[in-house]
Every structure is written in C-alpha cells, then in structure tokens.
C-alpha cells in the first residue's frame, strides 16, 4: 500500500556511448524476469510481487514502479524511449488473498503508466532537433519525476491505502480516463 519510487533514469549523458550489443542483450535478459512492462492486457498478479515483505513496515504491499527514461541524440536528433515497468524483486505483499489490496497496487502501476504517457508527451513537444532540445530534457524529466511521486502520495493519502473504497473507485475512474485521454501517447 505504500509506493516506492525508484529514479533509475538512464539519462546519464545525451552523448554516451553505446554499449556492446552482448552486454544489451545480457542486461535486457535480466531485466525481463524481473521488470514487467505495463500492459492494459496483463494486469498484476500476487505471484508478481517477488522481494520478501518488510515485517517493519506497517503496510500491507508494496508496489515499486518506475518510469525508465532512455534519452539520446543520434545525427543531431533527439530520441527517446520511456518505459513504465513494475520491478518484481522489489515489491512484496504480505496479504495474497486481498483483491482489494491487489487493485490498490494496480492502481499505482496505472498511476505510472499516465505519467509515462505524459512524459512522452512532454518530450514530444519539446522537438526533435537536439541543440534546441537538449537543455530543456533534464528539467522536463526531472519535473515529471516530481509530478508522478506528489501524485502518488496524494492518491495514497486521499484513499487511506486503498482503505477507502468510495475514494478509491473515484481514483480509479480517473486514471482510466486519462489513460484513455492520453492513448495516443502509449
């Protein structure tokens, strides 16, 4: 019931180098078993929830999301790729049998899913060619990273960890309509 936000941007540098194809395909192997992309078609199950649940902490599951940003220029052009995934190996539950704790959770992930879209939006309008889009990234990355984690709490708090079902069903019919609003952003 309580989000962990993970920066894992891989923003590092517009002009890196890229990695050996081998060490691409090791890293994206690892990352399948343990990130599950967002798809409106596979809904999160308790089996996803693979990290041991922390006894200290007095919520009941633990959903950790993120939004992994990709960012580069290549000839002069600035591309992008912006991923919602769930990280299995650290989210945990101590209760499998709560649908109503599983759709909490799910929620969070489709909470996620609005800020990729809006993301992707954002970086869309700032253009394509990378000199005059260059400085803007970081602050349009960074300000979206704030947006997503405020939001997050404040969907927490207002429906009491998924303990409100009146302001949870609210909750949930808005992320459905701005993922709808957002579909050409997916």
């Given amino acids: 019931m309580n989000f962990l936000s993970l920066f894992l941007s891989l923003l590092a540098g517009l002009f890196a180098p890229a990695l050996a194809p081998g060490i691409i395909a090791s890293e994206e192997s690892k990352k399948a078993t343990t990130h ?81 879209r809006q993301l992707r939006k954002e970086l869309k309008a700032l253009g394509t060619v990378c000199p005059d889009a260059r400085p803007k990234l970081a602050a349009t990355v960074n300000a979206a990273f ?6 997050q709490d404040k969907f927490d708090a207002q429906s009491k960890h998924g303990l409100d079902a009146t302001v949870s069903a609210e909750w949930e019919q808005t992320i459905a309509a701005r993922l709808k609003q957002l579909e050409n952003y997916k």
Avoid: M
Avoid at 65 to 75: F, R, S
Avoid at 146 to 151: G, S, Y
């Fill in 36 to 116: 599950i992309a967002w798809s409106a078609d596979r809904p999160l199950t308790w089996g996803d929830f693979k990290a041991q649940p922390d006894s200290l902490n007095p919520h009941h599951a633990l959903t950790a999301a993120n939004l992994a940003v990709d960012a580069k220029c290549n000839a002069n052009k600035l591309e992008y790729d912006v991923k919602c995934v769930f990280l299995a190996n650290e989210s945990w539950t101590k209760n499998i049998k709560s649908d109503k704790l599983l759709q909490h959770e799910q929620l969070h992930f489709d909470l996620t899913e609005v800020h990729a």
């Fill in 146 to 151: 704030a947006r997503w984690k405020a939001e």
